[in-house]
């Protein structure tokens, strides 16, 4: 892992896996997938956001792999996971149907969780098959269906054509984004947090974001740009959380009360005063307290007993694995 990826100590600093392995995808992508926490407890499943990776998710694997099994994964060309030539909604959907099959037994059910990027994944594939049949419950995080470029508050000017366009290009620009300086600092926390964001939050947040490379993040950003995962709303019908912060210039509120009306089986939206777009970060403890919430709400008693034999039938997606 590149000494950018996260910070070396802190509640920001990712936890050591119990095990990782390399799932692979429809089209032959290899995924990166961490697994935290004991075999036979309940899972939970963490799709991270555009330019981020497993990093992302280190004090919610903290704090939930003492009595979950977490599971998380770096998205194609992010992290550990290689990049590769398709950058669809459809090669997400595939990828973590590959996820879910390398690392849970067959009808084993989850929370899944999903940050920007990660619930745009679970929109997704929301009415793939492998999908249904292993999403108990649904966290969305900081993100949106449609229309990011056009809602974007990034730009600090009125909607409309001249905003949009320039979004459209800051977003996708293909430069790299350099070291992590005091004025890269600044930039990511305004577009990307909110003001009270404490420094250490900041730092741990460059460094992920300044990791991913400059041509994984133009690819992406031209797919989320066209964007239109409406009909993978509808299709979520399992409950669904929503959480979002007031603050968030790349997925402006708005968003989080377009889904909250549109979702089939909605059980609540919380809307996170002064908080940006990195919620799991800057308000860990509500975002891993929701993820706990729906564990315990929707995941069976006892789906975490499944013992590796049971897993290993599911595990025609995973090509290696190390302890």
Known sequence: ???????????YAPPVPVRELTAVSADGARLHVEVHGPEDAPAVVLAHG???STAFWAWQIRELAGDHRVIA?????HGRSPAHSACTTDTLADDLEAVLAATLAPGEKAVIAGHSMGGMTVMAAAARVRFREHAAA???????SSRLVAESL???LGAGRARTWLTARVLGLRAPLGPVTPVARRILKY??????????MVEACAR???ACPAGVRHAWSRTLAALDLEHGVRELRVPTAVIAGTADRLTP???ARALAAALPDCVGSTELPGVGHMTPVEAPELVTGRIRELVAAYVPVGAGTADSRDRDQGREHVVEESA
């Open 1 to 11: 892992m590149s000494r950018l990826t996260h910070v070396p100590d802190g509640p």
């Open 50 to 52: 555009w330019t981020c």
């Open 73 to 77: 994964y770096d998205q194609r060309g």
């Open 138 to 144: 649904v966290l969305l995080c900081s993100t949106g």
């Open 154 to 156: 990034v730009v600090p």
């Open 191 to 200: 577009a990307t947090m909110g003001a009270g964001s404490a420094p250490h």
């Open 208 to 210: 992920i974001v300044h």
């Open 253 to 255: 509120p708005v968003h």
